[in-house]
């Protein structure tokens, strides 16, 4: 089971970037074999249609498509801004929708936030959740918000709150548990197993494009 986990934060001292980086750490002991990226590693501009048409995926974009499809699953730290999904995390979804086979489809995701407010950025997960579904991804049910996360980490690295650090393993137990009975049956399973007959059905009903999505490269 690999994993690609990143913070969807380009800021030095990201608060994402220590949670996720909690979460890699945890998604380890569970068994998987995480790829942990810093999301500077794929800078891309502004998704501009005309570029596409011209140039296709720039390099930062195909990078992340390489890491993206080098994984069953996904492990993403997003930062809620305006009560939404961070900008650069969009762009780069939106990047990425345009290759084919979709690179999301049928890859296993589980959404972090961390924030100085109160909610954790909760509400920005909500949102996230939609444009990586809408690209056929299968985001886990439980999203894990840190609230007050200025204060949440311990010198260590380690959330200073018990039952915070216990719900942050129990739901990547799960996470990786899922992910792991998942992956056979999606394209992201490499090699012949015995759930490849089901994979083609599941594939055509996770669309590699709808009709409200044009047709994409490759
Ligand atoms: C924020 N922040 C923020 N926080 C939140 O909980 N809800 C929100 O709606 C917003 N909106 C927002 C907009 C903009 C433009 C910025 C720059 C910030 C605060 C944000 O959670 C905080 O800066 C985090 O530290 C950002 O994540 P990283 O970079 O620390 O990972």
Request: hydrophobic share 45%; charged share 25%.
């Amino acid at each position: 089971m690999k994993l690609l986990a990143f913070a969807a934060s380009l800021r030095s001292g990201s608060l994402n970037q220590k949670l996720v980086a909690l979460a890699a750490g945890l998604a380890r002991e569970e068994g998987a074999q995480v790829d942990l990226a810093d999301f500077r590693e794929f800078a891309m501009p502004i998704y501009d249609g005309d570029e596409d048409a011209a140039n296709g995926l720039p390099p930062g974009a195909l990078d992340l498509k390489r890491r993206v499809e080098a994984a069953d699953g996904l492990l993403i730290a997003a930062p809620e801004y305006n009560y939404s999904v961070s900008g650069a995390l969009k762009n780069a979804i939106d990047w990425l929708s345009r290759a084919r086979p979709m690179p999301w489809r049928g890859r296993s995701v589980y959404l972090l936030s961390a924030s100085p407010s109160p909610m954790g950025g909760i509400r920005g997960l909500w949102q996230t959740r939609i444009p990586l579904e809408g690209c056929g991804a299968l985001v886990f049910p439980d999203m894990f918000a840190l609230p007050h996360a200025k204060e949440a980490f311990g010198e260590d690295g380690q959330l200073r709150d018990p039952g915070q650090r216990e719900r942050l393993r129990r739901e990547l137990a799960g996470f990786v548990r899922l992910a792991e009975a998942v992956a056979p049956l999606c394209a992201t399973a490499r090699g012949p197993g015995p759930a490849a007959p089901l994979r083609p059905q599941l594939m055509t009903a996770l669309e590699s494009e709808t009709e409200l999505q044009p047709p994409g490269h490759g």
